[in-house]
């Protein structure tokens, strides 16, 4: 009778080959540092956000942190958060081994929509950890689930690598979107639905299906979310008036002001000097 050997599942050697999840853990508002483990050991880190909403500086770059959306850091890389809402935010550490998976990986966009199946795997993955992480096929199990969820994402990013149709194509260094590029670059500007189409080359009905596809909102509204990251910013690293603000992001001083309230539960001003007490206590 052949006998089933528990210590050959304790070995590291058994782990997956290409990745190995340090650890795995949920962020929330009150609680923003992360998960304790390995992190520090850590080549990316995959976050997905289940719900909420915020900010996260990623490399001096502000991007909006939206439910059902995953960010991958680099393990490395300066990043920070903001939430402004009750937030939770799934956190997986990874250790790369396998050098074609890590420039797989290398061509991810820093943010991009989860499907609902990879948002329950990872789900699954915590509550795995939470209940069994103490077992020795735990963390096998994590490995290869986390694995299948970023093999997902890589699909679908693939073919946007290598396509060849029309003004969406790029290559690894150009952006991730155009389209939200080309917002990005003109947050100023009075841009319209019917501009945006001209220039692409689309309806605007279709802007707005491609946009929603990928973006899970608008292109008005990831307009707004820009403006308003840029008014933060600046609000924070400089001495403009609020005016002054307001007139570079391309909003009125009166939207701005109701509109940042309505967000950040507090007027411009107050943002700012409540900004600055935090930067003189730290």
């Not at 947050?187 to 692409?200: A, C, V």
């Not at 946009?211 to 924070?236: C, T």
Request: glycine fraction near 8%; hydrophobic fraction near 35%.
């Amino acid at each position: 009778m052949q006998v089933f050997d528990a210590s050959l599942y304790q070995q590291d050697a058994m782990r997956d080959s290409q990745l190995r999840v340090l650890s795995i853990g949920r962020l929330d508002f009150a609680d923003p540092g992360g998960p304790d483990g390995q992190e520090g050991d850590a080549d990316f880190r995959l976050l997905v956000v289940q719900k909420g909403r915020g900010e996260i500086l990623i490399g001096g770059i502000y991007y909006p942190l939206l439910a059902g959306y995953y960010y991958l850091l680099s393990g490395h890389r300066p990043h920070g958060f903001l939430f402004s809402t009750d937030s939770q935010v799934m956190d997986a550490a990874l250790k790369i081994i396998d050098e074609p998976f890590r420039r797989l990986m290398s061509l991810f966009p820093a943010m991009g929509p989860c499907q609902p199946k990879e948002m329950a795997e990872l789900q699954r993955c915590f509550d795995l950890q939470t209940t069994e992480g103490g077992r020795v096929l735990t963390k096998f199990c994590l490995d290869a689930a986390v694995k299948s969820v970023l093999v997902s994402i890589a699909q679908r990013i693939a073919p946007e690598q290598h396509s060849s149709h029309g003004q969406l194509s790029k290559d690894k260094n150009e952006p991730p979107f155009p389209i939200a590029e080309y917002i990005r670059e003109r947050f100023s500007e009075k841009l319209t639905l019917e501009g945006i189409g001209r220039h692409f080359g689309f309806h605007p009905h279709y802007v707005i299906k491609l946009f929603n596809d990928r973006m899970g909102m608008s292109p008005i509204q990831y307009l707004q979310e820009v403006r308003l990251l840029k008014a933060m910013e600046y609000l924070q690293t400089t001495d403009m008036t609020v005016a002054e603000i307001s007139d570079r992001v391309g909003w009125t001083m009166s939207y701005f002001s109701r509109l940042f309230h309505q967000r950040k539960g507090l007027s411009p001003s107050q943002y700012r000097k409540r900004h600055m007490q935090t930067q003189t206590v730290s």
